[in-house]
Structure formats: C-alpha cells, structure tokens
C-alpha cells in the first residue's frame, strides 16, 4: 500500500498480548509513506510495529523519532491544536512548502469536477487548493492565512452633528501570507464629513469609493494595521435609529475562517430630548 499527503496523530497503541505500535501494524506488508506527518502518537517511539517482513519506506515525511529516508524529518509540525484534534498547519510549521509536488497522488475520482482524473490531487482534506505556496505541504492540510478583523465605534450613543469615530483593525493570523487583500468599511451617506487614517501596512484607497482599501503587500502571518474613521452625524437627522456598520475583508487566497473576516459595529442616535432631572 502507498499513503501520501496524509496525517496520523493523535492514536494510542493497545498491548493486547504482543507489541503493538502507534501509528501503524504492518503485517507481512512494506507500505511507502511520502509527503505525510506521523506525530503525537502514542507510544512516540514505536510508530510501526512491522511483522513477517514488513518495511515501510518513508520520504519527505515528518516523522516523532525519525526515520530513514530522504527528506524526513523528526521536527514538531506545529499543529493548530494536536489535543483537540485540529491537525491543520500553525504559524511557522516546517510542514508549509516542504514537500514534493511530484509525490502529490493522482485525482483518480476527480475532486474537484474539472473531468481530470489524471491530474496531481488539487484540493486538500478541507477541499481547499492543495498547492498554496511554492510547494505543496506536507501531510493532510494545507496551510491557510486567516484575516480577522474587527470594529468598533467611539461613543455607541451619538446626536445629530456629533463626531464619532470608528476603529478598525485587520490581522493574519494563519500560517501563510495573504494576498491580495481588500478591504471595505460600508458607511452610508450619513455620517458625514468623514477622515481616515492607517497604521500598519500601507492601504491605496480605491478611487471610485471612499471606503474600499487595497493592502499593497502580502500580509504575512501576525501582520496587520489598523483605520481610523473620524465622522460627524448627519446634523439635520431627526429621530431616533440605529446606524450599523460592516467592516470586510478579502483575499485572493482561501481562508482559514472566513466567519472573522467580517465586523460590524453599530451606532445609536438619540435626539430625544433628554429627561427632566428628578427632584
């Protein structure tokens, strides 16, 4: 048998009477292992438990202990959370770029219904692009950036012709760079007389809208910045209403956790008259 792109962690080995691995028995069978991650099983030190002649082959694999091969490797491949059984790439795994494109197994069912079947595999466990940097990662996942934004308005409570001022904030924190990325902050007609400024990373705002911000670079993994939106209330508004705002981001790469590209923060205005104190 032949595994590739593929992760085994997480698995305890039973004794049942004879010596019984972590990862894997082969019986009587050598399976070759290529592009994979085979950590945080236990017992770590046995990750096979090899009968009647079997000997698996291992390359371009990270593997608790290491193992003979080319390219593997006996480093932690940093796990979102190995505990909870989120075995999708962190920042800074050794996994991200380092396998071979060409151990990537063939699209024998057509994943993805392009009516290739002949295609390297091009979606990961997650149905995602399997090749996301300069090479295809190593294991099950690949690597993803995730933008989270958010906003918030100072103060929540405002009057007509008041000034306000919003806080935006952008961060990757995902494993790899995002490109790409846009911005936008959907502010009505109202407030009024609007301002902004960045921190962080350069923005270039679009010319045909006010509030839609291309980052000029990639956004590397812990990356990010900030605007700042100083507005004024619609000084002839009357009335009492809510103001809400959605602040967004997007990339042309997919996304880890699309649910906090999205923020939104919402603004009362109250022009009732204020009550009479109490005597």
């Known amino acids: 048998p032949e595994f590739r792109n593929v992760t085994i962690a997480g698995n305890v080995g039973s004794n049942m ?98 009516g290739d079947s002949t295609e390297p595999l091009p979606l990961d466990l997650d149905g995602y692009d399997r090749i996301n940097g300069a090479a295809v990662d190593r294991g099950a996942y690949e690597a993803l950036p995730d933008l989270v934004v958010s906003k918030t308005v100072t103060p929540l409570a405002a009057r007509s012709g008041d000034y306000v001022t919003y806080t935006l904030t952008f961060q990757n924190s995902g494993a790899i760079a995002a490109c790409d990325v846009v911005l936008t902050d959907a502010l009505d007609d109202n407030p009024r007389q609007r301002s902004w400024r960045s921190s962080g990373l350069t923005l270039i705002r679009r010319v045909s809208t006010f509030y839609t911000w291309d980052v000029e670079a990639c ?19 009357q009335g009492t209403f809510d103001l809400p705002n959605v602040f967004t981001a997007e990339s042309s790469t997919a996304d880890a956790n699309y649910a906090s590209n999205v923020a939104s923060a919402d603004l009362i205005v109250d022009n009732d008259p204020p009550l009479p104190p109490v005597l």
């Not at 691995?21 to 070759?32: F, H, I, K």
């Not at 017992?43 to 593997?63: C, D, E, K, R, V």
């Not at 900030?226 to 508004?237: K, R, Y």
């Open 17 to 114: 009477g004879i010596l019984t691995s972590s990862a894997m028995l082969n019986d009587g069978t050598s399976p070759t292992i290529r592009n994979s991650i085979i950590w945080g099983n236990i017992p770590a030190n046995l990750p096979f438990n090899n009968l009647n002649g079997a000997s698996p082959t291992l390359s371009y694999t990270i593997i608790e202990g290491g193992y003979v091969g080319t390219a593997n490797l006996d480093v932690d491949p940093i796990f979102r959370s190995l505990s909870t059984g989120d075995l999708r790439l962190g920042m800074g795994s050794p996994a991200i770029d380092s396998g071979l494109n060409s151990l990537l197994p063939i699209d024998f069912t057509d994943l993805d219904g392009d």
């Open 219 to 237: 956004i590397a993994p812990s990356q990010g910045g900030a605007i700042t939106i100083t507005a004024q209330v619609d000084p002839s508004a």
